[in-house]
């Protein structure tokens, strides 16, 4: 197991000009106008909304953002992230989103809509479940871009299961497992499949997870 701090110390506070300053390291000219504007439509559209945590939704995709914006990632997938669950959690048209912010951003956002996991309550995917979603990743809509926004969404989501039933725990990890990960393998992004991977096991079996990095951090000492 290896101790990286994408899991050791998982960073929930985020806001606006944390994003912003990491965007202008990353880019000498850039897009920050329209940035902030995704930003200012995000919350507003997630305003009055909670997570399971009790924290204001919009907190969780500033963190995504935050996380793009860090992986050096250009404006129009930091907005499809401010903006990716606007569309699934605040009935907004699509078109909406695609005359505000441009044809790219939309289908971003449509597609991280379309890998959404919110239908899946069971335990276990069916191969029907499993079928549906494998047709969205062969889509040609499909990019890279909304792969990350979606891996960043998901690293966000099971960082942050605190608050969500454990009804709710385990599909999560199985949609990651079965859905997202063979995806990230398909670009050939193993920091993340690692990264998830890690996490699914954290999130199914939690108390042997603990076990193992308490283990590996005596060795680390001794």
């Keep these: 197991m290896q101790e990286r701090g994408d899991l050791m110390a998982y960073e929930m506070e985020v806001n606006f000009n944390d994003i912003m300053n990491i965007y202008s390291k990353n880019h000498k000219v850039g897009n920050k106008q329209d940035i902030k504007k995704a930003y200012e439509y ?74 959404s996991d919110k239908d899946f309550t069971d335990h276990t995917l069916t191969k029907a479940q499993k079928d549906l979603l494998s047709d969205a990743r062969l889509q040609k809509k499909m990019n890279d871009k909304a792969l990350y926004v979606k891996i960043a969404d998901r690293i966000d989501n099971l960082n942050t299961l605190s608050g969500v039933k454990e009804a709710k725990r385990i599909p999560k990890a199985e949609h990651t497992r079965e859905i997202i990960i063979p995806m990230a393998k398909l670009e050939n992004a193993y920091h993340f499949v690692d990264v998830l991977e890690e996490l699914c096991f954290q999130t199914e079996h939690p108390k042997m997870y603990e076990e193992m990095t308490k283990q590996y951090r005596l060795l680390c000492t001794a």
């Design 42 to 115: 995000a919350a507003a559209k997630h305003s009055g909304m909670f997570r399971g945590t009790g924290e204001p939704y919009i907190f969780h995709p500033l963190r995504v953002a935050k996380l793009i914006t860090e992986w050096g990632l250009e404006s129009d997938v930091i907005m499809a992230a401010m903006l990716h669950d606007v569309v699934e959690d605040c009935d907004t048209p699509l078109s909406e989103i695609e005359n505000m912010f441009g044809t790219n951003v939309a289908n971003i956002v449509d597609v991280v809509t379309a890998l």
